[in-house]
């Protein structure tokens, strides 16, 4: 079936440094990979999200970059602050069989910025 | 606007009862999923609705069900408890599909989530 692996599970940088978040999918024929945040006792939220006919995409010191061969992508995240501490999950949807909402879930980073 | 709403936000139960949980969409979003979040297994899908219909399911035992009314608040329930659906239920809710909307608008939005422990 579908799915989505994601490494680390847990990560720690040193607040200014960067951190990089990867995901592996199964389903070839995915074509939406959003990627969200949750921090401690909230709800997760969208922080950014790529369609397959990108390659690479950025908003500020957040990026992720999709190589559709190797089915994996990844969230890269520049100058890190404390308050980027919280779980990434990555995710990844296939319109044709699930529509763009049925969205496979990868087990989460839990990233911890130290200052 | 308004954000997803969920409740009741905490519940206990025991083991052979049902629970049901709502959901209230973001004003004009027809779609809602659910998803169970747990530490084990993490985020699952359950289902999804749009326009009172059934559109999407995951991989859940039919004790898991819901449904969507016609101003698209979802309810789902969950028949004869197990302690292993202890978890956080997550509903959100997205504008895609609905008419004039543009095709990239494919965002989730996220409710706080009920919690859920069955003794």
């Known amino acids: 079936g579908e799915n989505v692996e994601q490494h680390p599970s847990t990560l720690s940088v040193q607040e200014g440094d960067s951190a990089v978040i990867k995901c592996t999918y199964s389903?070839?024929?995915?074509?939406?990979f959003p990627w969200y945040k949750q921090e401690l006792g909230k709800r997760p939220q969208l922080i950014i999200d790529i369609r397959s006919n990108v390659g690479e995409k950025k908003d500020q010191r957040i990026a992720v970059t999709l190589n559709k061969t190797a089915k994996h992508f990844s969230l890269h995240i520049t100058e890190t602050q404390p308050e980027d501490s919280a779980v990434y999950f990555c995710a990844a949807s296939n319109p044709s069989t699930g529509g763009y909402n049925k969205l496979i879930f990868g087990a989460g980073t839990r990233l911890a910025v130290h200052p | 606007k308004a954000g997803v709403t969920q409740t009741p936000r905490y519940l206990i139960k025991t083991r052979g009862q049902q629970v049901t949980l709502s959901c209230s969409p973001i004003s004009g979003h027809r779609s809602v999923s659910w998803y169970q979040q747990t530490p084990g297994q993490g985020l699952q899908f359950l289902f999804e609705?749009?326009?009172?219909?059934?559109?999407n399911k995951g991989n859940f035992p039919g004790r898991f069900s819901g449904r969507q009314f016609s101003n698209s608040r979802s309810e789902m329930n969950v028949s004869t408890l197990e302690l292993g659906d202890s978890a956080l239920y997550l509903c959100a809710s997205s504008l895609a599909g609905v008419a004039g909307v543009r095709s990239g608008s494919y965002e989730q939005f996220f409710g706080p989530g009920t919690r859920l422990t069955v003794l």
């Open positions: 609705y749009f326009s009172e219909t059934q559109r």
């Open positions: 389903d070839s024929a995915s074509n939406y």
